[in-house]
């Protein structure tokens, strides 16, 4: 006579790939699962006080609006190949309509919240956090409690102030979004495009010129003016890193998920590889780059009212943008000259 067993849940599912990889991340656990980083921490919404997850519901603009409360935290945004963390407060956080700013001279975002879908508080291993997620349970940004730093009593009274009624145990993720595909590069106006390029006036137009010529961003690299794009070989960024670092060339780096970027602006001093990643492992600011996945790279030059604007921009291996790396500069005010050198030598 066979017995019948259960089906293991996803929970059970999780806590034995965490019992066999210890030092795993939610992210990898959720991709070897099949599963999502969101759905994998809805599994632990108990609904008790000492819920190790608590979901979150409510308007999420009204609630950015009440981080600046908590004080200095860290602010953590992601994709597949780069993970940033930036430590200070939130300041200046304004919204209009779906699209958020947060322009401390710490923590720096934009923000498009018709992404924002999901949240949670999370308590793990003593740390706390803030984590939102896309309808498929991506994760768009994490925002974690410093100790010693953060005010733990505001952070409770954001908690509960929109603590989800329900406290399911599970949750309903929809599709990840499908990226178009490529137009032929012979049905696009290469003149035209590279015509409009060189007319910039604002590094920010440059994405309605995708739109208007209906290119991919590593096509419009691949057919924008020889004159203003080059690729490098991909340890550029490498060198370009360790180069700042020694010359104390102030830069900004940009690191996106599906709704948000975060950017550092300033020095970056200690950089370190570890295995697969090059890392920046400086007080304020940490950067974890996985170099095997960088396929693509390239110097990038934009006209602007300011004069040329020079970024090192990586793609992966689908055209995914992971970082864009620039000189520091301030509208109104021309790139570094060293900033310029640094990426003529690369």
């Not at 309808?135 to 100790?147: N, P, S, W």
């Not at 603590?163 to 290469?190: F, K, M, N, Y």
């Amino acid at each position: 006579m066979s017995v019948l067993l259960a089906p293991e849940t996803l929970a059970d599912r999780w806590a034995a790939y965490q019992q066999e990889n210890p030092k795993s991340r939610i992210r990898d656990a959720a991709r070897a699962l099949g599963s999502s980083e969101a759905a994998l921490l809805a599994t632990r919404t108990t609904g008790q006080p000492d819920s190790p997850v608590v979901a979150l519901a409510g308007d999420f603009k009204e609630l950015l609006k009440q981080v600046p409360t908590l004080g200095r935290v860290m602010a953590l945004t992601r994709n597949d190949s780069v993970v940033h963390e930036r430590k200070g407060p939130y300041r200046d956080v304004s919204f209009q309509g779906p699209m958020g700013l947060v322009l401390g001279e710490d923590i720096d975002l934009r923000l498009f919240m018709l992404h924002w879908q999901h949240a949670f508080a999370v308590s793990e291993q003593g740390r706390r956090s803030l984590q939102f997620f896309a309808a498929d349970g991506e994760a768009l940004h994490k925002i974690y409690v410093l100790d010693g730093e953060t005010d733990l009593a505001a952070y409770e009274a954001l908690v509960a102030r929109f603590r989800a009624h329900d406290q399911p145990g599970s949750l309903v993720t929809g599709p990840a979004p499908q990226p178009a595909a490529e137009a032929a590069d012979d049905t696009i106006d290469v003149a035209g495009f590279q015509a409009a390029w060189r007319g910039l006036q604002d590094t920010h137009a440059f994405f309605g010129l995708l739109r208007q010529f209906n290119l991919s961003r590593t096509q419009a690299l691949r057919l924008g003016p020889p004159e203003l794009v080059r690729q490098v070989p991909n340890e550029a960024i490498g060198q370009a890193l360790r180069t700042a670092a020694a010359a104390a060339v102030p830069v900004m780096i940009f690191v996106a998920s599906r709704g948000c970027i975060q950017i550092h602006t300033g020095p970056v001093a200690r950089i370190v590889p570890t295995g697969p990643w090059l890392n920046v492992l400086d007080p304020e600011f940490n950067l974890h780059l996985k170099l095997e996945d960088v396929a693509q790279s390239w110097v990038v030059q934009k006209p602007t009212a300011d004069g040329i604007v020079t970024s090192l921009e990586l793609f992966d291996a689908q055209g995914n943008n992971i970082l864009l790396l620039f000189g520091k500069r301030k509208p109104g005010i021309p790139e570094q000259g060293a900033w310029r050198e640094l990426v003529a030598g690369l």
